[in-house]
């Protein structure tokens, strides 16, 4: 016979199941409250009718596990629900991060890390996260999810300092824009520590910078490289995708290797020619009518030259080898540019041109994403 209330016939349920000796899987730290949605159980394996979509919290007593992605049969009301998340850099990226997640209710709680304590006010006016702190440790305990939004040279060294505070079992992911050194770096020292690593790079920015430029739609339809290996946990990376996939991105699974081939060219490359244009026009050993002289073209063709140096310092060095291939081919083209200009090849100037607007607006047709990158 059935309880008569929903909570007792849970009891009776749970009575039951310990009379089997099965026991309800460790699931996350001593006190954690988790939410079962739709146990599957009753006083024979199936949970009474009155409660099968009740939503129950169950108490579990268990230390430094995961309730994120623990080796249990519950089911969570969303594939990429969290408890917490912790975003470590809270400005462009991980603030509009921040912004999305909130938005889609993807977490009970976003917390977020910042190197110097003016930023905590520039965050809490920007609503990027819940809690913000300069206190490393503070910001990643009991994190499900962490996402490092850091310059490449900053994000091994607070890795090192963040992965005493981290839980087994959780999930860190980063938004670099090199992959094959970061996760040789990070993805060892991450499975260290029980918990598990995922590279991301989501395809999305802007040439501003900071808190204050973030925007909650910033992810919407670009594309978000996973680049996963065969030391990959697999639940970790179906979770990690689908995050991304919730915020709007458009998931692709690539080698860490070969994304940092295609992006010398696609990404990397662009940066510096851009940065090219911006010192050699804007050289002040020019006429001073020069810059008047730079309208909406030189604006468009030099807009991410104005991307922060740091960042694009340290992703010209750890893809450097890539980017430099990259630079060579981009100078024989402009080589043969040079030569067909030398000769008064009016032909080969047009035909020129002509391939590179129908390439331009064959992929301007398919291009989806909102991101200005």
């Given at each position: 016979?059935?309880?008569?209330?929903?909570?007792a016939?849970?009891?009776?349920?749970?009575?039951?199941?310990?009379r089997q000796?099965?026991?309800?899987?460790?699931?996350?730290p001593p006190g954690?409250?988790?939410?079962?949605?739709?146990?599957?159980?009753?006083?024979?394996?199936?949970p009474?009718?009155?409660v099968r979509?009740?939503?129950?919290?169950?108490?579990?007593?268990?230390r430094?596990?995961?309730?994120?992605?623990p080796?249990?049969?519950?089911l969570y009301?969303?594939?990429?629900h969290?408890r917490?998340i912790t975003?470590?850099?809270?400005?462009l990226l991980?603030?509009?991060?921040?912004?999305?997640i909130?938005?889609?209710?993807?977490?009970?709680e976003?917390?977020?890390?910042v190197?110097r304590?003016?930023?905590i006010?520039?965050?809490?006016?920007a609503?990027?996260?819940?809690?913000?702190?300069?206190d490393l440790?503070e910001?990643?305990?009991?994190a499900?999810?962490?996402i490092?939004?850091?310059p490449l040279?900053?994000?091994l060294?607070l890795?090192?300092?963040l992965?005493?505070?981290v839980?087994?079992g959780a999930?860190?992911?980063d938004?670099?824009?090199?992959?094959?050194t970061?996760?040789k770096?990070?993805e060892t020292?991450?499975?260290?520590s029980?918990?598990?690593f995922?590279g991301?790079?989501?395809?999305?920015?802007?040439?501003?910078?900071g808190?204050?430029?973030?925007?909650?739609?910033?992810?919407?339809?670009?594309v978000?490289v996973?680049?996963?290996t065969?030391?990959?946990?697999a639940?970790?990376?179906k979770?990690?995708e689908?995050?991304?996939q919730?915020?709007?991105?458009r998931v692709l699974?690539?080698?860490?290797?070969?994304?940092?081939?295609?992006v010398?060219?696609?990404?990397?490359?662009p940066?510096?020619?851009?940065?090219?244009?911006?010192?050699?026009?804007?050289?002040p050993?020019?006429?001073?009518?020069?810059?008047?002289?730079?309208?909406?073209?030189?604006?468009d063709?030099t807009?991410i030259?104005?991307?922060s140096p740091e960042?694009?310092?340290?992703?010209?060095m750890?893809?450097r080898k890539?980017l430099?291939?990259?630079?060579?081919?981009?100078?024989?083209?402009?080589?043969?540019v040079?030569?067909?200009l030398?000769?008064?090849?009016e032909?080969a100037?047009?035909?020129?041109?002509?391939?590179g607007?129908?390439?331009?607006?064959a992929w301007?047709?398919?291009?989806?994403?909102?991101?200005?990158?």
């Amino acid at each position: 016979m059935l309880a008569s209330t929903p909570l007792a016939a849970v009891a009776q349920w749970f009575r039951h199941r310990v009379r089997q000796r099965r026991r309800f899987p460790s699931a996350a730290p001593p006190g954690r409250k988790i939410i079962a949605h739709r146990l599957i159980g009753g006083c024979s394996d199936e949970p009474p009718k009155s409660v099968r979509t009740t939503e129950i919290v169950v108490e579990i007593h268990a230390r430094n596990i995961s309730t994120f992605h623990p080796p249990s049969p519950i089911l969570y009301a969303s594939p990429v629900h969290f408890r917490k998340i912790t975003v470590v850099g809270v400005g462009l990226l991980g603030g509009s991060l921040g912004l999305a997640i909130k938005k889609r209710g993807l977490a009970k709680e976003v917390a977020g890390y910042v190197r110097r304590a003016a930023s905590i006010a520039e965050c809490r006016k920007a609503k990027a996260v819940d809690i913000c702190t300069v206190d490393l440790a503070e910001a990643v305990v009991d994190a499900d999810l962490i996402i490092l939004c850091t310059p490449l040279g900053q994000m091994l060294p607070l890795l090192k300092q963040l992965l005493p505070a981290v839980k087994r079992g959780a999930i860190i992911t980063d938004v670099g824009s090199v992959k094959a050194t970061v996760v040789k770096e990070l993805e060892t020292l991450v499975a260290k520590s029980g918990a598990h690593f995922i590279g991301s790079h989501p395809m999305a920015g802007a040439e501003k910078t900071g808190v204050s430029a973030a925007r909650a739609d910033l992810f919407a339809n670009a594309v978000c490289v996973v680049t996963p290996t065969k030391r990959s946990n697999a639940i970790a990376l179906k979770k990690t995708e689908a995050f991304w996939q919730a915020i709007g991105a458009r998931v692709l699974r690539l080698t860490p290797e070969l994304h940092d081939e295609l992006v010398s060219r696609s990404s990397h490359l662009p940066h510096v020619v851009a940065a090219t244009l911006a010192n050699l026009i804007l050289d002040p050993a020019h006429p001073k009518a020069q810059p008047q002289l730079c309208a909406n073209g030189f604006r468009d063709t030099t807009r991410i030259a104005s991307g922060s140096p740091e960042m694009w310092r340290d992703i010209a060095m750890a893809n450097r080898k890539n980017l430099s291939k990259a630079l060579a081919a981009f100078i024989r083209d402009l080589k043969k540019v040079q030569s067909h200009l030398k000769k008064g090849d009016e032909q080969a100037a047009e035909k020129f041109f002509q391939t590179g607007k129908q390439r331009r607006d064959a992929w301007c047709a398919q291009c989806a994403s909102s991101s200005p990158e």
